[in-house]
């Protein structure tokens, strides 16, 4: 089993930056790729952030050019981190791992990151 535990969300003002972080416990050598997904009330949630094994990264639109995902050399904690947040950045981040396209995913809590005007 793989376990993962956010933190890092609060509240900041538009402009501002804030760092997520994910903690990957148990058997994370089944995990292939690491991300961030994000949920507004009233909203599906969406993909934010990627990162896979090798290290390529892809990022929504939405957030290209303002968050950047990294991770640790053992590879073990995922970092999102958030600049020039807006309003609409407002949400319950949650942080993902994928094995692979026939098992599910694995997903944190969430932490929330609220953003204000």
């Known amino acids: 089993q793989v376990q993962l535990v956010e933190s890092g969300g609060g509240l900041v003002q538009a402009g501002g930056s804030l760092r997520l972080s994910c903690a990957a416990s148990?058997?994370?050598?089944?995990?292939?790729?690491m991300g961030w997904y994000r949920q507004a009330p009233g909203k599906q949630r969406e993909l934010v952030a990627t990162?896979?094994?090798?290290?390529?990264?892809n990022y929504a639109d939405s957030v290209k050019a303002r968050f950047t995902i990294s991770r640790d050399n053992a590879k073990t904690t995922v970092y999102l981190q958030m600049n020039s947040l807006k309003p609409e950045d407002t949400a319950v981040y949650y942080c993902?791992?994928?094995?692979?396209?026939?098992?599910?995913?694995?997903w944190g809590q969430g932490t929330q990151v609220t953003v204000s005007s």
């Open positions: 990162i896979t094994r090798d290290g390529n990264t």
């Open positions: 993902n791992g994928k094995r692979g396209v026939y098992y599910a995913d694995y």
């Open positions: 148990g058997n994370i050598f089944r995990i292939n790729e």
